[in-house]
């Protein structure tokens, strides 16, 4: 999920976007994942009950956690039709990042579908198709919307330059740039 790269006695470690479209397909899987880590495993119904998520949305977001191998069904627990889940220890560290993440900004706008693979892209000033060049898969409409609901919430700002044809640059506000650093 990512990559750790040491240089003297400095680490950096660098999330993929194709990695964090993988993680934020479902609006779920973020909470889900800082909640295991909080309770250190929970059952289904004890997830559904404490995130407030109707089952069909937790199954969808729990299998997809489970192929990305950040989540894991804990085989020495209870039945195997009410199981618990336990994070692996790739997903120990993404949980870490997914708990500073929703307790540094908005929960509506951070755990929608393209927002946070945006502002990851987003690392200078940039405009609309190269974003779009950047982020993989996303539609122009989906990168527009995620644009404007990053803009709204503070974490992108939007500026048209003077020139002909006019352009517009999107660049990350200093709030967006304190996520970028939690999700990198």
């Known amino acids: 999920m990512s990559v750790v790269v040491t240089c003297f006695y ?3 470690s660098f999330v993929s976007i194709p990695d964090l479209i993988a993680l934020f397909h479902h609006r779920w899987s973020a909470p889900v994942l800082a909640e295991l880590l909080r309770q250190k495993g929970s059952r289904f119904a004890a997830l559904a009950g ?11 977001a729990l299998d997809s956690l489970i192929s990305l191998g950040l989540v894991a069904r804990n085989p020495g627990y209870g039945h195997p039709l009410r199981p618990e889940y336990v994070l692996t220890t790739e997903g120990t560290l993404v949980a ?14 951070l755990l929608r579908k393209w927002s946070l693979p945006v502002l990851a892209a987003l690392q ?6 190269e974003l779009r060049a950047r982020v993989p898969g996303v539609t122009p409409r989906a990168l527009a919307i ?16 003077d020139a002909y044809p ?13 996520l970028q650093r939690i999700v990198a």
């Open 96 to 109: 870490e990042r997914c708990a500073k993440l929703l307790a540094a900004g908005d929960d509506d706008v």
């Open 50 to 60: 404490t995130l407030g998520v109707g089952s069909d949305s937790l199954r969808r």
């Open 10 to 12: 400095t680490t950096y």
């Open 146 to 161: 995620a644009l404007k609901d990053l803009q709204a919430a503070g974490l992108v700002e939007r500026r048209i330059e």
């Open 124 to 129: 200078g000033p940039a405009r609309f198709s």
């Open 166 to 178: 006019p352009r517009t640059l999107y660049t990350p506000t200093t709030q967006g740039r304190r």
